[in-house]
T-cell receptor, first 112, second 113 residues
Framework: DTGVSQNPRHKITKRGQNVTFRCDPI?????LYWYRQTLGQGPEFLTY????????KSRLLSDRFSAERPKGSFSTLEIQRTEQGDSAMYLC??????????FGPGTRLTVL | QQQVKQSPQSLIVQKGGISIINCAYE??????FPWYQQFPGKGPALLIA?????SEKKEGRFTISFNKSAKQFSLHIMDSQPGDSATYFC????????????FGTGTRLQVTL
């Protein structure tokens, strides 16, 4: 059990660029979650996958955001036409049919 | 609409003292209440969790107290240590929602020598 991993750990981009983040969940965990955390706040739910199916999306996830989990393993979160307001820590978590979620170290995005 | 309210925002405790962080929730459908610890630059790590069928759960120096009628729960850290200095988040989830977590705003704990 190597834990949840996320790449890159840090990303600096210019406004208007597209960025993609990757999350590798704990092996055999069928549930995968994306959260966003801004400075001084708790994480906020963005979206959830059960295996490869994206079953729920928050209203926070505008149409510039898209997430995938091909083959039910790793997941990617893409942000198109980034805005300064997208600057945040993007956290991934996984679980195995249970309430307990294990979080990765996050990807910190800075949009200049 | 903030469904989980957390207080205090920050807390300073002397080494060996008891740290107490409180949370209140609004949605009575919540049925799982975890506490997470987060160090700067790291992801949240699960500390301890409780369900509404018990009023208290203890794991080592960490205890959750749960008051269903008041819709409140709290984290007690006994014998606080400098290594406990971190930000603590309470959270809640409800059955049938794939356990998506609703977090409080966090409490920054500093344990002084």
């Amino acid at each position: 059990d190597t834990g949840v991993s996320q790449n890159p750990r840090h990303k600096i981009t210019k406004r208007g660029q597209n960025v993609t983040f990757r999350c590798d969940p704990i092996s055999e965990h069928n549930r995968l979650y994306w959260y966003r955390q801004t400075l001084g706040q708790g994480p906020e739910f963005l979206t959830y996958f059960q295996n490869e199916a994206q079953l729920e999306k928050s209203r926070l996830l505008s149409d510039r955001f898209s997430a995938e989990r091909p083959k039910g393993s790793f997941s990617t979160l893409e942000i198109q036409r980034t805005e300064q307001g997208d600057s945040a820590m993007y956290l991934c978590a996984s679980s195995l049919n249970a309430d307990t979620q294990y979080f990765g170290p996050g990807t910190r995005l800075t949009v200049l | 609409q903030q469904q989980v309210k957390q207080s205090p925002q920050s807390l300073i405790v002397q080494k060996g003292g008891i740290s107490i962080i409180n949370c209140a929730y609004e949605n009575t459908a919540f049925d799982y209440f975890p506490w997470y610890q987060q160090f700067p630059g790291k992801g949240p790590a699960l500390l301890i969790a409780i369900r509404p069928d018990v009023s208290e759960k203890k794991e080592g120096r960490f205890t959750i107290s749960f008051n269903k009628s008041a819709k409140q729960f709290s984290l007690h850290i006994m014998d606080s240590q400098p290594g406990d200095s971190a930000t603590y988040f309470c959270a809640a989830s409800k059955a049938g929602t794939a356990s998506k977590l609703t977090f409080g705003t966090g409490t920054r704990l500093q344990v002084t020598l």
